[in-house]
Each structure stands twice: as C-alpha cells, then as structure tokens.
C-alpha cells in the first residue's frame, strides 16, 4: 500500500493535522533522503542539521523511544516542542509531492470532519525504529542539554509565537 491521497480533504480542512504535528518519517524516508549513505549516528546527525527533520520520541515502559518526524515551523532539529505546525505546511497545503512525504504523512487518511486515520502506527513504528536507537539517543543526548542550556529552546518558541501572531494578522 502507497498511502492515502486526500488532498482535497486536507484542502478542505486547511491542513488541521500539520499545525499540530509534523509527520512521523519511517526508516525508508531516511535511507532516501540519505542518498545511499550509510546511516551511521554522524550522516544521521548531518542529515538532521541540513533538513526539514527532527528527532522526537515518545514513552515506552523502558524509557523514551526515538524516532524522525517533520520539523516544526522556527524549531530545531531536537523535537522538543511537543505540538507545532509542519514546516512543509504552506496556506495550500504540503509542499511536498504525494510521493516525496513522509511515511506518516503518505498514512494520514482524510476524513471529513476532522476524523483523520493515522495508519502508521506507533506499534509499527517501534518495530521500524529499533535499529536505530542507539544513534538516535546518542544525537539527542549531544544536542538536548546543549541547545537547553543556551537558550535555544527558548528563543524557537519566541519566534513561533511570533510567527502565529503575525499569521493572525495577516488572516483578520
């Protein structure tokens, strides 16, 4: 299965789903976006800094468990912001082909009404992930504290609330 189209129906609805999350990437995302590479913690880490991704994670009973979503719109490769709109959000929706999105965004089936079915799940994405523990934590861990301590986290959210109130703005 490809996914879900339902571009008119996310049309419709003004992208509801990417102002509140990025898209989760599985693994094959970002072998393409690798481009042959070998995906060891450094061309991970490169790749992050050069994208529109961040790591983020989620609780299991061991502990977080990361994976790659879509970055958020004046946020960092570190996916602390628990809710924020996707960066590849634009006011007629993806700027990504069908094709070139994320697994997460490809599984995300429209309904009206706001009633979206995300068929990629977190149990699929556990098993997609696994392998990649190690490097993902070992990112997060080098960047997190770092980026706390020097105000970075902080200086995002200013600019993303900049950035909401001038899109209300420019709506009224």
Request: hydrophobic share 30%; proline share 2%; net charge negative.
């Amino acid at each position: 299965m490809n996914g879900f189209e339902s571009d008119s129906i996310c049309k419709t609805c003004g992208g509801n789903c990417c102002k509140t999350m990025g898209c989760s990437l599985s693994p094959e995302d970002m072998h393409v976006a690798l481009e042959g590479k070998e995906a060891t913690t450094e061309v991970i880490e490169a790749l992050l800094q050069d994208s529109m991704f961040a790591i983020d994670s989620f609780q299991m009973r061991d502990g977080a468990f990361y994976y790659l979503r879509m970055r958020h719109k004046c946020f960092t490769f570190i996916g602390v912001d628990a809710m924020g709109e996707c960066i590849a959000l634009t006011e007629i929706g993806c700027s990504l082909p069908f094709d070139k999105r994320p697994k997460g965004g490809r599984f995300l089936e429209g309904k009206e009404g706001h009633q979206c079915t995300q068929h990629y799940t977190q149990e699929m994405m556990v098993k997609d992930w696994e392998p990649y523990q190690n490097s993902l934590r070992e990112i997060w861990n080098k960047w997190h504290n770092q980026m706390q301590q020097d105000g970075t986290f902080d200086k995002c959210e200013e600019d993303y609330m900049q950035y909401q109130r001038t899109r209300a703005r420019n709506i009224r």
